[in-house]
Structures are given as C-alpha cells and as structure tokens.
C-alpha cells in the first residue's frame, strides 16, 4: 500500500497555533518536581504521575524517572507535547514538541490508556486540528532524546503515527526504549489511518537504537505503513532493535 504523506492529509483549509487545545501546564520548578533543576546536569527527577504530567509544562527541560509510574488510574492520559506540522511541511512545530531530555533510568510506565481517535477526547483528529502524533508517553520527539524507558500495559488507539511510547520524532533521538506486554494480555495500539508502531509511530531523520517490542499487537488503518517496532520510518537509522511475538493487523481495508 503506498501511504500518502503526512501533508497530504491535513486539512485544506489548514489551522492557526491558536486553535491548538493548549497543553502546557503551569505546575514546574525546583519545588514540585521531586529534585533537581532541569539542566542536563540535573535533571528534574519524577516520581509520581503528577509529575510526569508535569513535563507538559516545560518541554525543554531534561528530566528523569526516579520510580515506576502507574498510569491504570487515569482515565485518558494525555501524552506530552504535540506535532504540529510547520509551514505545511512534515517539519515539528519546536513550539509543540517535547525538545529536552527524558531518562527512564531503566524505570517502567505501566497502565497506559489513550484514546485520541476521537476528537472530543483528544488532539488527533485532522478534522479539528490539522494534528497527528499519539504516543503513550509522548506525542511527539523533535530535536530531543528519549532513553532508558519500558513501557507496558499500553493500550493507545489514535488517527496517525501512534505507538506506545513514541508518536512522532523529527530529528529525535531514541534509545534502549521497550515496549513490552505480556503473553495474554498484549499491548494495543491502533492508528484509524495510518503509521502505527510499538515504539514509535513514525519519524524523519531520527535514530531509534537499542529499542524493542514484545507481546504487542499493532493494527494499521488504510494507510497502511505500520510495523511491530515502528510506522513510518524515513531517512532514519534504526539499529540493535528486536522485535518479538508481536502482530501487525489490517483493519478497515488497510
């Protein structure tokens, strides 16, 4: 199936960064996280799903997991940051996308629920927003660097490029990130049109090392362009990854 770009989905009438659902929160510093300054050299550390909410706030900043985190409690979680396209490209909007540092610190996220296939439950719908990227931690990676991160116990369903860590990456560096499920109960991650993987959804010159997926279903839409580690992978370096008892599905003519 030859997928069509990105761009070419978009809305013809196209959006304004003011229609954008704003996702920056005003919870940050010193004081909330659970240490740290937010510099490479020490970063915020997070400990609780308050926190990690938190890094909404400040998307520039580098941040490290101190202790698993369980999601199960949250309803619909809302991953950080958000791809917007810039000036009608496939270029990550910077002012939108996660660009600091996220260290996992070998630490698990479990429990991850997203639904952003409709529009009134999130910012995935092309019909609204002119937005795509649906990650289970993160929307979207430009210019930054996610590591050390498993995930599991993901079910995350959304438009285009959705994966259960990674939605989207431009110029985003990902490494030693799991997505792991278990044998009866596999991760679920869905995309409605197109580009759907375990780790990441899609990306554009990006590195992707070290990284695998396990016990995880993936189910692409008509689009196509889907894989049990990633969706669309383009002008990307994708190396030392493994993928294991994994399924990609088509569904809906896909």
């Not at 490290?64 to 000036?87: C, Q």
């Not at 994708?238 to 809906?252: G, H, I, Q």
Request: proline fraction near 3%; charged fraction near 15%.
């Amino acid at each position: 199936i030859s997928a069509p770009g990105l761009a070419e989905t978009a809305p013809a009438d196209g959006f304004v960064k003011e229609d954008v659902v704003a996702v920056q929160g005003t919870l940050s510093g010193n004081d909330f996280f659970a240490g740290g300054d937010g510099t490479a050299e020490n970063p915020y550390q997070i400990a609780t799903v308050e926190q990690l909410s938190a890094v909404q706030s400040n998307l520039t900043a580098c941040y490290k997991l101190t202790a698993d985190i369980d999601l199960s409690a949250v309803e619909n979680w809302s991953p950080i940051g958000v791809y917007v396209m810039k000036d009608g490209t496939e270029d990550a909007d910077r002012d939108y996308a996660f660009t600091g540092e996220f260290d996992g610190d070998n630490h698990v996220i479990s429990g991850i629920s997203v639904d952003a296939s409709d529009p009134a439950n999130g910012l995935d719908s092309p019909e609204h927003y002119g937005i795509f990227g649906t990650g289970g931690v993160f929307n979207c990676v430009a210019d930054g660097t996610v590591k050390n991160l498993t995930v599991t116990g993901v079910d995350v369903k959304g438009f285009a490029l959705v994966a259960g860590a990674v939605g989207y990456g431009d110029h985003a560096t990902i490494l030693n990130v799991h997505c792991i499920g278990i044998a009866d109960a596999p991760n679920r991650i869905e995309a409605t049109a197109m580009m759907a993987g375990g780790v990441i959804g899609g990306c554009m010159e990006s590195t992707i090392d070290g990284c695998s997926a396990m016990y995880t279903d993936v189910i692409a839409g008509m689009g196509g362009n889907s894989g049990a580690m990633g969706g669309g992978l383009s002008h990307s370096d994708v190396m030392n990854c493994l993928v294991e008892s994994c399924t990609v599905t088509a569904a809906d003519g896909g």
